[in-house]
Nanobody, 120 residues
Framework: QVRLVESGGGLVQAGGSLRLSCAAS????????MAWYRQAPGKQRELVAG???????NYADSVKGRFTISRDNAKNTVSLQMNSLKPEDTAVYYC??????????????WGQGTQVTVSS
């Protein structure tokens, strides 16, 4: 079982910055990939950024150049640095961990979410 706890959400002005953190209950070496998702009111949850155990990263087109995902294996944490925030970034942000058990079988774990609100 993997427990994830997010922190760092809050209210910021457009153009400002915010840093989200996700603390995992197990070593990140046991997790195949970590990711941040977000869900805005009335919209489906979408992938924001991801990072694999091999260090590869990917970002949604809407946040490329503004957001950076990183990990600290020693502290079992994954962070999302968000710069140049826009009102459309307003959403609840969720930390996700994917663990591959074996071929064709994997488990996804989710944090409780943290609210990010960007004012105009």
């Amino acid at each position: 079982q993997v427990r994830l706890v997010e922190s760092g959400g809050g209210l910021v002005q457009a153009g400002g910055s915010l840093r989200l953190s996700c603390a995992a209950s197990v070593t990140l070496l046991g997790i195949n990939s970590m990711a941040w998702y977000r869900q805005a009111p009335g919209k489906q949850r979408e992938l924001v950024a991801g990072i694999t155990s091999g260090g590869g990263t990917n970002y949604a087109d809407s946040v490329k150049g503004r957001f950076t995902i990183s990990r600290d294996n020693a502290k079992n944490t994954v962070s999302l640095q968000m710069n140049s925030l826009k009102p459309e970034d307003t959403a609840v942000y969720y930390c996700n961990a994917r663990v591959v058990i074996r071929f064709n079988l994997d488990n996804d774990y989710w944090g409780q979410g943290t609210q990010v609100t960007v004012s105009s």
